[in-house]
C-alpha cells in the first residue's frame, strides 16, 4: 500500500512511517523543516518538503497522486490561534479536497476527544483548538472520502503496549503514540473501517482484534 502521511516528522506520523514500511508499506512522509527530512529517512518514509500553509490544493493534490490513503497526522501544537486555524484547519480542508483531486479516497485524521482538557482551567487558545479540531471533522464526515476519525486521548511517549479500549465512544484516558500508530497501520489495511469516529485510548484489547471488531460491526 502506498501511504502519504502529513506531519511525518511529528510523534504519530513517524511511528507510523516506521511500522508501515516495516511490513512492506510505501510511505511518503511530508514535512515542513528542511532539517527534518534524516528523520523522516529514518522511519523508512521517503521525504517530501511540504507545507500545509504554503501549498495549494493543487499542489497538494499532485503529491498525493499515485497514494492509496492519505493520513493527516499534522497539527500546530500549541504554537497559537492562527497557527492552528491555518494547520488543523484550513490545512486539513486543503488535503480532504487534494484527495478528492488526486483520486486518493482513504483518508485517515488524527483528531482530538471532545472531552480533551477538561480537567483544566479552560484558556482561549485551547477552547480555539477544539472548535477548530471538531470543524475538521464536520468537513471530513461530509466530504465523499472514504475517512475515518481517530480521536486519541491525551498523547504519551511510554513505549506501546499493542492494546487499546476503542470505540464510537469510550471514556477519556491517555494514549501511547505508539498505540496509536499501531491503530492507524491497522485501519489503513482494513477497508471495511469505512466513514467512522473512534475514539482510542489505552486498554487491554490488541489492537488488530479491535480494529476487526469495529471493522465487522
Ligand atoms: N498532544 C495530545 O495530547 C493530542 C491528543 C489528541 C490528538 N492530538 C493530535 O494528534 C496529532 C498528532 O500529534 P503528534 O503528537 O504527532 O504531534 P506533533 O509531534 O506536533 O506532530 C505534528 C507534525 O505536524 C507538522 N506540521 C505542523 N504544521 C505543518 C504544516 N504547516 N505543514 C506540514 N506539517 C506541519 C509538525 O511539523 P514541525 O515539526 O515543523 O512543527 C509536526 O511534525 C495532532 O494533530 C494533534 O492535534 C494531540
Known sequence: MRVF????????????SKLL????????????????????????????????VHDTVDELA???????AVVFSAGAHGTGRDQTTL???KGLEKAAEAAGLAGVRRFLLVSVFP?????????????????????????LSR???????????????????GRVTAGPAVSYGDTRRDDVAAFLAAV???????RVIVEVTSGDEPVADAVRRLASG
Not at 511490513?23 to 527530512?37: C, K
Not at 499532485?62 to 492509496?68: E, G, K, S, T, V
Not at 489503513?188 to 469505512?194: I, K
Request: avoid cysteine; aromatic fraction near 4%.
Open 5 to 16: 502521511v502529513i506531519g511525518a516528522a511529528g510523534g504519530v506520523g513517524r511511528r507510523l
Open 21 to 52: 514500511t516495516g511490513q512492506g508499506d510505501d510511505v511518503t512522509g511530508m514535512h515542513r523543516g528542511a532539517d527534518q527530512a534524516e528523520a523522516v529517512a529514518a522511519s523508512g518514509a521517503r521525504p517530501l518538503l511540504g507545507d500545509l
Open 62 to 68: 499532485l503529491r498525493f497522486q499515485w497514494h492509496d
Open 87 to 89: 494547520i488543523d484547519g
Open 115 to 139: 472531552e480533551a482538557g477538561r480537567s483544566r482551567e479552560p484558556t482561549e487558545g485551547f477552547e480555539h483548538y477544539m472548535r477548530v479540531k471538531k470543524q475538521a471533522d464536520v468537513l
Open 143 to 161: 466530504s465523499g472520502l472514504d475517512w475515518v476519525i481517530v480521536r486519541p486521548g491525551t498523547l504519551v511517549d511510554n513505549a506501546g503496549e
Open 188 to 194: 489503513l489495511h482494513e477497508p471495511r473501517l469505512n
